[in-house]
């Protein structure tokens, strides 16, 4: 009797290793996040007691130092990574079913920031947080040159066809605007005096008013990649390489060799990701002026944009996941808990791409072609969480001012915000920045903007969460309903030389539903997978 309770003990315990083993990191990352919590709030009250600001600033740059080397890690492979990954997954596509999982991936994008926005605004409605009294002081948001939302959209389609495409790694660029003085014309001006006497007086006319909003060319915007410059780049490349056929062999070797290169290094840094994480949030937590009172004076709106964003991405995004693929989507998110983490901590899903592709191919079996192809477009284009916070940012802003904004202005406010979105960066607090947008195409006050820099950071995490959960579960959607396309790519490959993606042997099996398994050469393992 105690032999058989001790080897279940034992058997246990070993479950229970074996488990935390396999999901190590991920336990890490939450124990970092959780520390980082506490020493950012235990330190804040002597860091703000610092009276010298270059000792406080050097206090706060020490504590965020691993963090800052963690995200140069993450930085430093994101350029290779969306290039080789995205040449890869098109090469081995024929063009037709690359336009036809195209055309799937930018439906799902519109149609899940659509619903994101439209979510955002209906909790506003709802819940009116707009309606409570405004504090008196607030910090002042950094200075912003005046934009408009034509130049958004153009300055957004100059990005997609980039001048230069080294530059495009390492600059972004916008438009820009220039003061011009007013022109004046002086003349001659007769004055009737007294007892008949005329005199003649200088006068000045304005022929041409003065503006500081004139267009002038565009300007370095910030000293970040044109990633969207460089997907439509390497979209067309892949497209390309995979028609020339056999010259482009090697250029198609080579991309795929440096994927994989990269893909190993992502594994490496990963297991540093639980200090950086935790060096990035007490960073923030221990600059924060009065972390109390900011979360106070903006508890509500804060507390319906996370209402949202819990709504979209907990019911929203896993319900058309079922729909589409009818398979569970509680353990299809649970294998991207890496990916949740990491884009907590980072606050960047930039940053988060390699991991995000990472959980996608080894937890969740999703085609290389697919996650490759799909993810880093949605880094870039897809930001369901900021589509939903910028939403209903201004429709609380709208409510402070005791605005009322009719159907037009409201439809303005959805078209506006998805745009923004799309346009945004996929960098920390880039949707604050795009929301000026937002509030201008409705004619909103600007200034209270700066309402919102003090609890940004904490805000951008969990938008930063939806967009990148946005875009997994995307990736398995159109995962699934392109099995078809992948499945006739395996077999022409199969019919021209045996070997499918990634040099796996494709072995086709007569039945009548047509399946088709996938042998890996190396460990031997079979998966059988329907049409």
């Known amino acids: 009797m105690g032999r058989g309770t001790n080897g279940r003990f034992r058997s246990c315990c070993g479950a229970v290793l074996r488990r935390?083993?396999?999901?190590?990191?991920?336990?890490?990352?939450?124990?970092?996040?959780?520390?980082?919590?506490?020493?950012?709030?235990?330190?804040?009250e002597s860091v703000n007691a610092i009276k010298d600001p270059e000792k406080k600033a050097t206090a706060i740059m020490l504590i965020g130092f691993p963090g800052e080397l963690f995200m140069n890690m993450l930085k430093l492979l994101i350029l290779p990574l969306i290039v080789a990954s995205m040449i890869t997954a098109l090469a081995t596509l024929d063009s037709k079913a690359t336009g036809r999982i195209g055309r799937r991936t930018v439906i799902y994008y519109l149609g899940t920031m659509l619903m994101a926005v439209l979510l955002g605004i209906v909790l506003v409605v709802a819940i009116r947080p707009g309606e409570r009294s405004r504090p008196?002081?607030?910090?002042?948001?950094?200075?912003?040159?005046?934009?408009?939302?034509?130049?958004?959209?153009?300055?957004?389609?100059?990005?997609c066809f980039p001048v230069n495409i080294v530059e495009a790694s390492f600059i972004q660029k916008r438009t820009r605007y220039k003061t011009v003085d007013p022109v004046f014309r002086e003349y001659n001006k007769t004055v009737n005096g007294e007892n008949g006497t005329v005199n003649f007086t200088m006068a000045k006319e304005e022929l041409v008013p003065g503006s500081d909003t004139v267009p002038a060319g565009l300007e370095i915007a910030a000293r970040n990649m044109n990633v969207l410059g460089l997907v439509v780049f390497s979209i067309v490349f892949g497209i390309v390489l995979g028609r020339v056929g056999e010259r482009g062999l090697p250029v198609k070797a080579f991309f795929e060799s440096l994927n994989e290169i990269i893909m190993e290094m992502v594994s490496l840094v990963m297991w540093f990701s639980p200090i950086g994480i935790c060096s990035l949030i007490a960073a923030k937590l221990a600059g924060m002026g009065d972390i109390g009172q900011a979360f106070e004076m903006l508890g509500y709106v804060m507390g319906t944009a996370v209402a949202g964003l819990?709504?979209?991405?907990?019911?929203?995004?896993?319900?058309?996941?079922?729909?589409?693929?009818?398979?569970?989507?509680?353990?299809?998110?649970?294998?991207?808990?890496?990916?949740?983490?990491?884009?907590?901590?980072?606050?960047?899903?930039?940053?988060?791409?390699?991991?995000?592709?990472?959980?996608?191919?080894?937890?969740?079996?999703?085609?290389?072609?697919?996650?490759?192809?799909?993810?880093?477009?949605?880094?870039?284009?897809?930001?369901?969480?900021?589509?939903?916070?910028?939403?209903?940012?201004?429709?609380w802003i709208a409510q402070l001012h005791g605005i009322s904004l009719g159907p037009g202005r409201v439809i303005t406010v959805v078209v506006t915000a998805m745009a923004a979105a799309v346009g945004a960066a996929a960098i920390p607090s880039a949707g604050l920045v795009t929301m000026l947008l937002v509030l201008q195409a409705v004619n909103l006050p600007l200034g209270d903007v700066a309402l919102l820099w003090a609890?940004?950071?904490?805000?951008?995490?969990?938008?930063?969460?939806?967009?990148?959960?946005?875009?997994?579960?995307?990736?398995?959607?159109?995962?699934?309903?392109?099995?078809?396309?992948?499945?006739?790519?395996?077999?022409?490959?199969?019919?021209?030389?045996?070997?499918?993606?990634?040099?796996?042997?494709?072995?086709?099996?007569?039945?009548p539903q047509e399946r088709y398994t996938r042998k890996d050469p190396d460990s031997g393992s079979v998966g059988v997978q329907p049409p």
Not at 138 to 159: F, I, K, M, N, Q
Not at 352 to 357: A, D, E, H
Not at 486 to 498: V, Y
């Open 310 to 395: 819990f709504i979209h991405g907990v019911i929203v995004l896993p319900l058309v996941y079922f729909i589409f693929t009818r398979k569970n989507p509680i353990i299809y998110i649970k294998n991207l808990s890496d990916a949740i983490a990491t884009a907590y901590g980072t606050d960047s899903s930039a940053a988060t791409l390699p991991t995000t592709i990472k959980c996608l191919e080894q937890y969740n079996h999703v085609d290389k072609r697919i996650s490759r192809f799909v993810l880093p477009l949605g880094a870039t284009v897809n930001m369901d969480g900021t589509a939903l916070y910028e939403g209903v940012c201004a429709l």
């Open 136 to 159: 008196e002081d607030s910090e002042e948001p950094p200075p912003t040159r005046p934009y408009r939302g034509l130049d958004s959209l153009l300055d957004l389609l100059r990005s």
């Open 20 to 44: 935390l083993r396999k999901d190590l990191l991920l336990v890490l990352l939450i124990v970092g996040v959780i520390i980082g919590f506490a020493v950012g709030a235990a330190v804040n």
């Open 455 to 511: 609890v940004d950071w904490f805000m951008d995490r969990f938008r930063t969460v939806v967009n990148v959960l946005g875009d997994a579960i995307g990736a398995g959607i159109v995962d699934h309903l392109s099995r078809d396309e992948l499945m006739d790519a395996d077999q022409s490959k199969m019919e021209e030389g045996g070997q499918g993606v990634d040099g796996e042997v494709i072995e086709l099996i007569e039945a």
